[in-house]
């Protein structure tokens, strides 16, 4: 199967507004007293159910190097999903989806500590004009430095995110997709269900069911099977910097459907520290002088 970039780009692009949303759905769940493992083992069983359905004859096809690939790449997808969805417990959707989206800044970093290739010097001033952006983001500027512990939660899931992208370059395209696609789904179906049942069972009584069933059913079908499915076709036919700039926009998308939804008001602090992280997820992937290049001949 063969995708123009055009076509790929695309796919990303609809994946990164499916994931700003999701974090409405994952929120709208917490807020029904279900916990982090519980909606990833549910959400990761359907991914896993629906690509089996589709696609059983390429799963069933499976050989020992996409099992490998599989497995490693699903672990690394669900710690952080998971440290993500417990630190959404802890702070706002908009909050979530921007600091997510540092793995972006993260990613140079990663490839520094397992492969010992460092980072260009732009990558600097972008963690420097990300680390602005989070304090305006979380108020830092405003009360002193009392991260949240759901801000630091979903920081340290960006890490993780960051070495599933690097994994990814290194691994994922030698695995068939669909293969790749089921073994995402059933690692986080098993390991969220293994932990739900280790750590959460005290808390079913107290969930609201009815409340919180539905948005973990469309995330199953949304954001895992569909806007994930797209990610491992997309990231196939084009290039890693209009990936990386096409999926960054998932904060985007996160924070204006927590406003628009009524979780969170409209701020200065939104704005400025959002602006910010974007500013430096930019230059992260394109770099200063394509930036000014692009300003100069839009003036």
């Not at 059913?217 to 797209?230: C, E, Y």
Request: charged share 5%.
């Amino acid at each position: 199967m063969q995708i123009s970039k055009l076509r790929a780009n695309i796919m990303l692009f609809v994946a990164a507004i499916i994931w700003g949303a999701g974090y409405i759905w994952s929120k709208q769940a917490t807020n029904a007293g279900m916990h982090a493992g519980l909606i990833n083992a549910i959400r990761g069983f359907i991914y896993a159910g629906l690509v089996y359905l589709l696609f059983h004859r390429a799963v069933n096809h499976m050989s020992q190097l996409d099992l490998r690939i599989g497995l490693t790449a699903g672990i690394i997808n669900f710690l952080g999903y998971q440290i993500q969805t417990v630190g959404l417990m802890y702070t706002t959707p908009a909050n979530n989806a921007f600091l997510t989206a540092i793995y972006v800044v993260i990613v140079p970093f990663v490839v520094w500590l397992f492969f010992h290739q460092r980072p260009e010097p732009k990558s600097y001033l972008a963690i420097l004009i990300c680390m602005v952006g989070m304090a305006f983001l979380t108020n830092v500027v405003g009360h002193g430095l009392t991260l949240h512990l759901g801000d630091l939660l979903t920081i340290l899931s960006a890490f993780f995110y960051a070495l599933q992208i690097v994994y990814f370059g290194m691994s994922a395209t030698q695995s068939n997709p669909w293969t790749l696609a089921f073994l995402l789904g059933l690692t986080q179906g098993v390991l969220g269900g293994a932990w739900s049942l280790l750590f959460e069972r005290g808390s079913y009584a107290s969930v609201n069911w009815q409340a919180g069933l539905v948005p973990v059913i469309i995330l199953g079908i949304a954001s895992s099977f569909g806007a994930q499915t797209l990610q491992v076709l997309g990231q196939r036919f084009t290039d890693p910097t209009p990936a990386g700039l096409i999926l960054m926009l998932e904060s985007v998308f996160g924070s204006v459907f927590s406003v628009a939804f009524g979780f969170e008001p409209f701020t200065y602090n939104l704005l400025v520290g959002g602006a910010l992280i974007i500013v430096a997820l930019l230059i992260m992937q394109v770099g200063l002088r394509r930036l000014w290049r692009v300003r100069r001949h839009a003036g």
